[in-house]
């Protein structure tokens, strides 16, 4: 399985008793991805002033997105390279937290924040979503 992790840092999301193929990392801090020991290969971009990504069509079997969602300001337009990039029957797989930089979010991942124990997804419905007890 060859896997894309975007806005990726120095941790790995990626389970460790699992081998890929090939893991690409990409991010804004070199030094932080180069520190990643998941990665193969990374690249260093603002998805916030360039959204397309260098690679070619159905390069990857999977391209995750662990709880940075909130700080893209054009996700739309990042999510249909994502689609581009990804192979036939592949999976995007996007995580996010409400605990956030809050002056480094866009301002929709700012207004109306849940309550701290609730997990919220506009991606169901505007209403959905979990509270923890």
């Known amino acids: 399985m060859e896997i894309l992790d975007l ?5 790995s999301h990626l389970p460790q008793r699992f081998k890929y ?7 804004l801090n070199a030094q932080e991805l180069a520190r990643n020991p998941r990665l193969d290969y990374f690249l260093v971009k603002d998805l916030n002033k360039e959204q397309e990504l260098q ?3 159905g390069s990857f079997d ?3 997105c662990t709880v940075s969602v909130q700080y893209l300001q054009q996700p739309e ?12 029957g592949g999976v995007f797989i996007v995580s996010f937290i409400t605990d956030l930089f809050y002056e480094k ?3 929709a991942w700012r207004v109306n924040q849940p309550p701290r124990n609730c997990l919220t997804t506009q991606a169901a419905s505007p209403s959905f979503g979990v509270c923890l007890k």
């Open 105 to 107: 979010a866009v301002s």
């Open 77 to 88: 337009k990042v999510f249909a390279e994502v689609f581009r990039v990804l192979r036939p």
């Open 7 to 11: 806005m990726s840092s120095w941790i």
């Open 62 to 64: 999977a391209v995750l």
């Open 55 to 57: 690679m070619e069509n």
């Open 21 to 27: 193929k090939k893991v690409v990392g990409h991010g």
